[in-house]
């Protein structure tokens, strides 16, 4: 059966699970509503059951998604999402077959991130439903090595597999057209999404994107969570990253040290951006929220795609969905 189909979505569209308070119920509920497969972001156990439940309230009985971030993933956050009964959840950051059973054996449909061939059959291997492919252009953390529909190719002709979704570069209905022709079953997109009344980024954040005239790739904003991100930049990138856009090197090996600290970014990354300064290279993953004091946009990752130089406004996310399902013209 077509992955869609089976999902059991209207349209092709899905949005991005963004972390951290990026994305709740309150977008994910809106996207689902409106015919597209809105996904909760990782967060604290308690947290995320309060936002399954706002999701599920606005989703008018509309499947919905929860986003794990394999290598922080805890046993209490598995049993939440499994109590939530949620119909789809996306992998990101690593490989697990064990929770990919234990999601399976629940009826769940998985979908795994990656961005090249040996990693898409490392998740078929460990028994995926489907694979999102990312591009280079993605925003946020990153897999893709390629720009996304030549990764798609490449998977495709490696795998055989038609369950498959394309992340980076998704910001209309041109783009998931192209997408949908290159053999995409679906398009996943989170800058879209991030740019929307309903997404918990600061207001500022997003003012940062719709202004923004590049994009670079790093590893400043790497504390906790040592792996490659996209962002706009800001007075820490300009300050950090002016010779190298990875920043500095004694950084960077900082991060890497930290890779062990599996737990750290989402019961503290929050709390780590109160202290952070543009002018003090320490910097863990957390992203500016709703309710954060407005001159955090220059001490924190403002993650975001290539897509966010053509993005002009913030919209609903109805509209979003409308807009790449090419309902609107
Ligand atoms: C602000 C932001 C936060 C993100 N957080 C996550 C995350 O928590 N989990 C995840 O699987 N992907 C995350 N991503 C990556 C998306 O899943 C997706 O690959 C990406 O958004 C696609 O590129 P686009 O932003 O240009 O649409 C994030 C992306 C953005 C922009």
Excluded at 23 to 47: F, N
Excluded at 216 to 239: C, K, Q, S, Y
Excluded at 274 to 281: K, R, T, V
Excluded at 293 to 319: K, N
């Amino acid at each position: 059966m077509d992955l869609v189909d089976r999902i059991g979505i209207e349209y092709p569209v899905v949005q991005a699970g963004m972390s951290g308070g990026l994305a709740t119920g309150a977008l994910a509920g809106a996207v689902s509503a409106a015919g597209g497969l809105g996904t909760v972001g990782l967060l604290d156990p308690r947290q995320l059951r309060v936002e399954f439940d706002a999701a599920r309230e606005r989703a008018n009985g509309r499947p919905i998604a929860a986003n794990l971030l394999v290598p922080f993933t805890t046993r209490t956050q598995l049993d939440t999402i499994l109590a939530a009964k949620v119909n789809v959840a996306t992998l990101h950051g690593s490989f697990d077959a064990g929770l990919v059973a234990r999601l399976r054996e629940a009826g769940v449909c998985v979908l795994v991130t990656v961005g090249t061939v040996d990693g898409a059959r490392r998740a078929l291997n460990s028994g995926a439903d489907g694979l999102v492919v990312q591009g280079i252009e993605a925003g946020g953390h990153l897999l893709g090595v390629e720009p996304a529909l030549t990764t798609l190719e490449k998977v495709r002709d490696a795998t055989g597999s038609r369950a498959l979704l394309v992340a980076g570069g998704i910001a209309d209905a041109a783009d998931t057209r192209r997408a949908l022709d290159a053999g995409a079953a679906a398009v996943v997109a989170g800058t879209r999404f991030l740019l929307t009344h309903e997404s918990r980024a600061h207001d500022a954040y997003k003012q940062r994107l719709l202004d923004a005239d590049r994009t670079l790739e790093t590893m400043l904003f790497g504390i906790g969570w040592p792996m490659r991100h996209r962002v706009v930049p800001n007075a820490a990138t300009d300050r950090w990253c002016r010779n190298d856009p990875r920043g500095p090197a004694a950084v960077v090996r900082l991060a890497s040290w930290t890779r062990g600290l599996h737990r750290l970014p989402l019961r503290t990354a929050n709390v780590l951006t109160a202290i952070q300064h543009p002018l003090i290279p320490f910097y863990g993953p957390g992203a500016p929220l709703t309710g954060m004091p407005e001159r955090r946009v220059d001490s924190t990752a403002l993650y975001a795609g290539e897509t966010a130089l053509r993005i002009h406004s913030v919209v609903p996310a109805a509209q979003a969905v409308a807009d790449l399902a090419g309902l609107t013209t």
